[in-house]
């Protein structure tokens, strides 16, 4: 249990190091990059997402959501929570397919320049 309350706290700690229209830029390139080959109407879309809602706990952000609007039933989801950052596509009405996940402990590895080399 230790471990998932370090995990947390670490992760935590990341999301903090952004603002929230920061960790929106970096969703919306994850999502670009997490897609096989984006159309241009995909792209631009990702890039124009506005639709977003944001979950605090004690005054901190817990969870981000970011969506398009604009692909006709195919739009994406992008998230972030205490511990991945999930891009889903959607499917049908109001069903969402996760496309991919990234841990946040892969994000905070790569932000902290293990190729920068330190």
Known sequence: MRNLEEKIKNNEDLIRKYTLDQWIAL?????????KRPSEKETEAIMRADSYKVEYEE??????????????????KMELNILNIVISRQKG??????VTFI????????NDGIFKGK
Request: hydrophobic content about 40%; proline content about 2%.
């Open 27 to 35: 969703l919306k390139h994850i999502c670009i990059s997490c897609i």
């Open 59 to 76: 005054g901190k952000i817990i969870k981000i959501e970011l969506y398009t609007n604009n692909l006709c039933w195919e739009d994406f």
């Open 93 to 98: 009405h109001s069903t969402f397919e996760q």
């Open 103 to 110: 841990p946040l402990e892969v994000f905070k590895i790569l």
